[in-house]
């Protein structure tokens, strides 16, 4: 993880305080922010999301790692989409308008993060979205009658450049490519723990690219 200090911000949502660790880029520039959400059930310091604010701070952008007003508050149990998705696009709005004004933004996260991301890019006006370790399609319960939804249209709805990290083993399947979405597949599974130099290598030159 960079040694650049975090600057912790109290974000205020409709649903309640959220909380964004910001890494400010390297020196004096600040090309564009890269904003990064959380697991359902994770925090900000999950090994992708860190090996993604190394890269991003490589790239020459600025990092926040927002927590959800429902973890800011101790719960583990994720809140539902909606409110997720108004959360998320309250903080971003208010980065923009503080810290991160007028800079560029790339929105993503991890799993459910990334569906977030993915679900509000257009509404949040991101110029890229980062998915790490995407949840395609949820297991199978045991007493269901029918096999459960893919996710992929959430990502087929983005209309502006996705990088997908998935892990080659990920239980939720591996998305494919399309015309404006790269997939990168490293070793290891859901967590992406495995090889987090591999998902840095993928998130620092896929942002180079977009930013650059």
């Known amino acids: 993880m960079s040694a650049t200090p975090a600057t912790v911000l109290e974000l ?7 909380r964004a660790h910001l890494h400010a880029a390297p020196g004096d520039a ?9 697991g ?13 604010t190394d ?23 994720a809140a539902p989409a909606q409110q997720l998705d108004v959360a998320w696009a309250a903080v971003l709005g208010q980065l923009w308008r503080g810290p991160l004004a007028g800079v560029p933004l790339v929105a993503g996260g991890r799993s459910a993060g990334a569906r977030v991301a993915c679900r509000t890019a257009r509404q949040c006006g991101a110029i890229g979205v980062l998915c790490l370790a995407f949840p395609l399609v949820p297991p199978r319960r045991a007493n269901a009658a029918t096999p459960p939804a893919s996710r992929l249209p959430e990502l087929e709805a983005v209309d502006v450049p996705v990088l997908v990290v998935q892990g080659e083993n990920d239980r939720f399947g591996m998305p494919p490519e399309g015309p404006t979405r790269t997939v990168v597949a490293v070793r290891g599974d859901h967590s992406l723990r495995s090889d987090p130099a591999a998902v840095a290598v993928a998130v620092g030159a896929w942002l180079r690219r977009l930013v650059h």
């Open 55 to 77: 890269a991003a701070h490589g790239a020459g952008l600025s990092v926040a790692l927002v927590e959800q007003p429902y973890r800011v508050a101790g719960r583990r149990s």
């Open 30 to 38: 600040q090309e564009a922010a890269l904003v990064l959400g959380h």
């Open 40 to 52: 359902a059930a994770g925090g900000v310091g999950a090994p992708d999301l860190l090996a993604a």
């Open 12 to 18: 205020e949502t409709p649903h309640g305080p959220a």
